[in-house]
């Protein structure tokens, strides 16, 4: 396993010459046991919702347990229909208007553009910093930076 | 012959003026050695805006090469490893600890470059006075720019060791817009690296980030960056994925040898919002543009100014 680990440390990460996290992993058995058991999955922090690896076998375990439940459908009076069916239409009514006023403001490409100045656009700022050689903050970044991050 | 001394005093009072100008990037050539070649701990605190954090910093550096460990006192945990150009990133998140590998980050108190040249061309260094930080004397040093596409610095390099003690980004109406700095300071004689290992938490598991951006670019780019703000100069580029987008991203990486730009461009998707305006969060500003159907965004510890001049300066092939 321990080799196993190594092999993921060389060829799916170049850390050239930089064997210290090998020397935390190495230094304590304990540690190196631990970290066989670590799921190496790439690019997940950052937006990608983070998965382990038997994810999917658990979740689908997990519905095979869920009970079905039968229910009998409700039946649904003329009156109670016709109500649903006027407000319904009001509703379309107020939706065509809305999306008629949208239209007027939509870009070539569909969609209204997002003033950044009401969304400060967090991705950039941490592909800023991860780059950027005189960025003193990336390590020490607000939470709420860490927190938009992990979404 | 009055007349002769007086200008001889002139001319000598010039001298040393000159001379005192050199001094002071002496002093910062200083304080760029000291960061990388001395052996220190301490703790110093990153302020910014509202938030400020603490982190602990042990340095070492015994003629094999630069360690260095940083563990973030306040709020969410992150500590950060780094040998030589190599930076890894541990930053616990519920369950997981997460790991992230970067390169060549100039980290505190390693803000100012080796070579100061760039630095020069934009810059204007002042010496001031001494001011107490951490319980240490620092000299003061005002790195003031020559134009207004970037900010001020007021910078204190410890009088004994050299070392940067402080530095404070300052805006046109002299307010400071982030800061940061020892709150003590120690040099180390022990040679034991035993302390450079991540504190680990058995009960959670470790997820590699694998995020490095790849170095492959465009054969053909159907963009041109043309007339870029004066005293920047491109450092890298490179084809990213940013998170939140399926496409990868060209990043432009400008610098003047210390403030830096990330000029970010890519083709707008059907469907996806564009971005535009500007806005800014402590030192950083934001400009993005819409144009020709690429989404185009600015992002530096620069002033506004700045960003939007980089947004401005990218055209496209038709």
């Known amino acids: 396993m321990k080799d196993k680990i190594s092999a993921l440390m060389d060829d799916e990460i170049p850390m050239d010459e930089s064997d210290h996290l090998m020397i935390a992993i190495s230094s304590e058995s304990e540690v190196s046991d631990c970290w066989s058991t670590y799921h190496l999955i790439g690019d997940v922090m950052r937006g990608n919702p983070m998965l382990s690896h038997d994810f999917t076998e658990r979740l689908m375990a997990k519905i095979g347990e869920e009970p079905t439940v039968l229910a009998p459908k409700a039946k649904r009076s003329f009156f109670n229909m016709s109500m649903l069916l006027s407000v319904a239409a009001s509703m379309a009514a107020v939706t065509f208007v809305g999306w008629m006023v949208l239209q007027q403001q939509v870009q070539p490409n569909g969609v209204a553009p997002i003033e950044i100045a009401n969304n400060i656009p967090t991705e950039y700022l941490l592909a800023h910093q991860s780059m950027a050689s005189s960025s003193a903050a990336y390590y020490i970044q607000p939470a709420s930076f860490t927190q938009a991050s992990s979404k | ?318």
Not at chain 2, 246 to 258: A, W
Request: proline share 5%; with cysteine; charged share 20%.
């Open chain 2, 1 to 318: 012959m009055r007349r002769l001394l007086l200008l001889c005093f002139f001319l000598g009072n010039v001298g040393q003026a000159l001379a005192e100008s050199d001094d002071t990037w002496l002093l910062l050539q200083k304080a760029s050695q000291a960061a990388r070649e001395l052996s220190y701990q301490g703790v110093f605190v990153y302020q910014s805006g509202s938030s400020a954090k603490s982190v602990q910093i042990t340095h070492m550096n015994f003629g094999q090469g630069e360690y260095a460990r940083m563990v973030v006192l306040d709020g969410q945990p992150r500590e950060v490893l780094s040998q030589g150009p190599d930076v890894v990133i541990f930053s616990p998140h519920n369950e997981k600890v997460v790991i992230e590998k970067r390169h060549r980050q100039s980290m505190f108190p390693a803000l100012l470059p080796a070579n100061m040249d760039n630095i020069k061309l934009s810059y204007l260094a002042k010496a001031g006075g001494i001011e107490r930080v951490g319980g240490r004397d620092g000299q003061v040093v005002i790195l003031s720019p020559k134009d207004q596409l970037r900010y001020a610095y007021k910078l204190w390099t410890d009088r004994e060791y050299g070392i940067l003690l402080k530095a404070a980004t300052l805006n046109e109406k002299n307010e400071v817009l982030e800061q940061i700095g020892f709150n003590q300071l120690t040099l180390l004689n022990s040679q034991k690296l035993d302390w450079f290992q991540p504190s680990v938490e058995y009960n959670k598991s470790y997820v590699v980030e694998d995020s490095m951006p790849a170095k492959t670019v465009n054969d053909v780019p159907d963009w041109l960056v043309s007339e870029i703000p004066q005293g920047y100069h491109k450092v890298d580029e490179v084809m990213r994925t940013v998170p939140g987008k399926q496409n990868p991203v060209t990043q432009l990486i400008y610098s003047d040898g210390l403030a830096s730009v990330s000029l970010f461009i890519e083709p707008l998707l059907k469907g996806a919002a564009p971005r535009t305006g500007h806005t800014s969060m402590g030192a950083t500003n934001f400009f993005a543009l819409v144009a020709d159907g690429h989404q185009v965004m600015a992002v530096g510890e620069v002033p506004e100014a700045t960003v939007s001049q980089f947004a401005s300066a990218v055209s496209f092939k038709k």
